[in-house]
């Protein structure tokens, strides 16, 4: 069982910036890609940003390329979400998302709150 532990969400004003953290629990974790996704209040969940293990490669929702950038570190086993120009719109939950292992198994962080209002 591999748990993930987010971290880094807050209140912050619109055009602030905040940098998301989400390590697994377990060292060594075969690793094949981390994403992020959100669900706002009322609405469904949603992918922000994924990253692939190996390559590192990323794709983004179309609302926030340019603002939010994923990246990861392979020998930490831990992904960053750093989210610059944040708007009100901006607010959901955040959930930290991985496929693990040979079969893929999914798993899913318990959220962290993301609030941008002034």
């Known amino acids: 069982q591999v748990q993930l532990v987010e971290s880094g969400g807050g209140l912050v004003q619109p055009g602030g910036s905040l940098r998301l953290s989400c390590t697994t629990s377990k060292s060594g974790t075969n690793i094949y890609s981390m994403a992020w996704y959100r669900q706002g209040r009322g609405k469904q969940r949603e992918l922000v940003a994924a990253?692939?293990?190996?390559?590192?490669?990323?794709n983004y929702l179309d609302s926030v390329k340019g603002r939010f950038t994923i990246s990861r570190d392979n020998v930490k086993n831990v992904v960053y979400l750093q989210m610059n120009s944040l708007k009100p719109e901006d607010t959901a939950v955040y959930y930290c998302?991985?496929?693990?292992?040979?079969?893929?198994?999914?798993?899913w962080g318990p959220g962290t709150q993301v609030t941008v209002s002034s």
């Open positions: 998302y991985a496929l693990v292992g040979y079969l893929r198994t999914e798993y």
């Open positions: 990253i692939s293990w190996s390559g590192g490669n990323t």
